[in-house]
């Protein structure tokens, strides 16, 4: 736990990280019908295709938030990354607000070469941003905190749409 981050937090921020931190796992029910439309998206990665990816994108989320009975996502596939003196932006979780639907936001080339992104980092962008999502509406957390429970769930996630096998003692939500 980074102590120094932790340690800002306030009692009840604090409760809410160890509650994340809990939950190593998120099961897909049915991966076997959602695996395709993870295949989808890497190729419309390699093609390029801006809207390809969108739509590739829309139908993933879809399907995700779907089998995991939480409210749908609205996508934004924008081209060129965002970058300053910090880094480059990949991904962004806009929670819902009012009769505004929860939106993830990706960039799907560098800001530097502008490259496409590699397949398996667009997704693994994609799934960190339902991670946050996820956070809110299916595990119930009043926030979403960067915690070794969150990327735990990430990966579990990522390896199961991309057939990786699980690691080792991984228990889990779902």
Known sequence: ???????????????????????AVIRLPDVAAVRPLADALAEGLAGGDRLAVQRAADRLLDALTVHLGVPALQTDIQAVRPSRSWGELHGLYTPAQRARPATVRLWMRTA??????????????????????????????????????????????LRQLTGDPPLAGSGGHG
């Open 1 to 23: 736990m980074p102590f120094a981050y932790y340690d800002r937090l306030s009692r009840k921020q604090q409760g809410v990280y160890r509650q994340s931190d809990e939950v």
């Open 112 to 157: 530097r070469r502008q490259q496409v992104v590699k397949s398996r980092t667009f997704l693994r962008t994609l799934i960190h941003e339902l991670c946050h999502h996820l956070d809110y509406e299916l595990l119930g957390l009043p926030d979403s905190f960067h915690t070794e429970g969150f990327y735990r769930r990430e990966s579990s996630l």
